[in-house]
């Protein structure tokens, strides 16, 4: 995958994250995950940019550990999400959201695995 398509990848699913959680209901406790999926969620594609350009290999690495590991809580809160729904109708979202970001998370390991060795 080229840099440009994941980071069209990145920004489609911070995006699709905002407009799911605006159906959620805003109750207190969906309001605290809501807000920790939105920074996580859009923080992963921001760092990814920021990796885009880095001004050393080391910066760079850095900046994509760091979209890795914003996705990585993104979905954990996803997961969460979906525990505690109790409208099921939002359940088919949050699981294609889960896995989009099972996969940007392979993705993002796999560009640091291929970075660090080329150290």
Known sequence: MNE???SKRLLDFAIQIIIF???LPNNEEYRI?????????TSSGANYEEAQGASSRAD???????SL?????SNY???V?????ENKSHEEMGNKLIQESQELKNI???ICVKAEKKK
């Open 81 to 85: 999400v979906n525990g505690i729904n």
């Open 33 to 41: 995950i809501k807000h920790q999926l939105v920074k996580s969620s």
């Open 4 to 6: 440009k398509n994941l």
């Open 77 to 79: 809160w996803l997961k």
């Open 60 to 66: 760079f690495i850095s900046k994509v550990r760091i």
């Open 21 to 23: 959680l605006r159906k």
């Open 69 to 73: 590991k914003e996705m990585r809580e």
């Open 108 to 110: 993002l390991g796999a």
